[in-house]
C-alpha cells in the first residue's frame, strides 16, 4: 500500500517526539535530546503514518489463507523487494532477511558465515560493541581507523600478509552507514573502498 502523498517535512519534523519536553531536577520543563541512538532511535514520522494506515490491514505473515493476511503478506514480501533494490542485492541469489534491531541481525549473520577461527573480519573503531562482539566469537578481529585512506591500506596490507601465508578469508564487517555511538557519517566513497574483499 504507498500512500497518495508523501508531505514535504522539514528535517526537524520528520522525526517523532523531537520536541517533547521533560521536566528536570529544577522542576522545569525542558526539550529532550536522546543520546541513545543505538539502542532506541526515534522513529521517523513517514515510518510511523505508513505503519498507522497499514494497522486495519495487519494480519499474519505467511501463516494465513484469509484475505488479510494475504495482504499482510504481499507487504512483507514487496518490503523484501524495496530492501533488495536499495543495496543492490539480487533476489534470485540472495534473500532479505529482517531483524528486530541490528544487534539481532549481526548476531543471525555471524552465525550463519562460514567462517573459521582463522578467517579475519574487519571492524572500525567507531563501531559499537554489538558489531564486534559476536564476530570474536567466530573469527580473528582486525581493528581498523577511521581514516578512510588509513583503513584502505590496513586492509590491504591485513589481505596481503594473508595471502603470503596461505590464509583464509577476509571480511569487513556489516557496518551501519554511519557509527551507532558517535553517529560519524560514512561517505558512499568511503564505504565503497572498504567493501572490496575476497577469499584467499
Known amino acids: 500500500m504507498k500512500p497518495d502523498y508523501i508531505p514535504r517535512l522539514a528535517p526537524h519534523e520528520r522525526i517523532v517526539g523531537i ?3 521533560v521536566p528536570v531536577l529544577d522542576g522545569s520543563m525542558l526539550r529532550y535530546i536522546n543520546l541513545d541512538n543505538a539502542a532506541s532511535t526515534p522513529v521517523l514520522r513517514e515510518v510511523l ?3 498507522n494506515r497499514f494497522m486495519d490491514w495487519y494480519a ?4 494465513g489463507t484469509g484475505f488479510k ?3 499482510a503478506t504481499q507487504a512483507y514480501e514487496d518490503a523484501r523487494a524495496i530492501v533488495a533494490e536499495f543495496v543492490g542485492a539480487n533476489l534470485c541469489e540472495h534473500v532479505v532477511i529482517f531483524g528486530k534491531n541490528t544487534t539481532e541481525a549481526i548476531n543471525k549473520l555471524s552465525y550463519r558465515l ?3 577461527p582463522d578467517d579475519v573480519v574487519l571492524v572500525s573503531q567507531l563501531e559499537h560493541h554489538s558489531n564486534d562482539l559476536p564476530w570474536r566469537a567466530r573469527a580473528h578481529v582486525e581493528h581498523i581507523g577511521v581514516d578512510a ?7 590491504i596490507s591485513i589481505a596481503c600478509s594473508k595471502r603470503m601465508r596461505g590464509e583464509s578469508s577476509l571480511l ?3 557496518a551501519a552507514p554511519t557509527s551507532l555511538v558517535t553517529c560519524v557519517i560514512f561517505t558512499a ?3 565503497r573502498r572498504m567493501r572490496p574483499a575476497r577469499k584467499y
Do not use: G, K
Open 149 to 155: 585512506s588509513v583503513a584502505w591500506t590496513r586492509l
Open 69 to 71: 493476511s494475504r495482504v
Open 189 to 191: 566513497w568511503q564505504r
Open 19 to 21: 520536541d517533547q519536553r
Open 172 to 174: 569487513p564487517s556489516p
Open 49 to 51: 503514518d505508513t505503519v
Open 114 to 116: 562460514p567462517l573459521v
Open 60 to 63: 499474519s505473515v505467511h501463516r
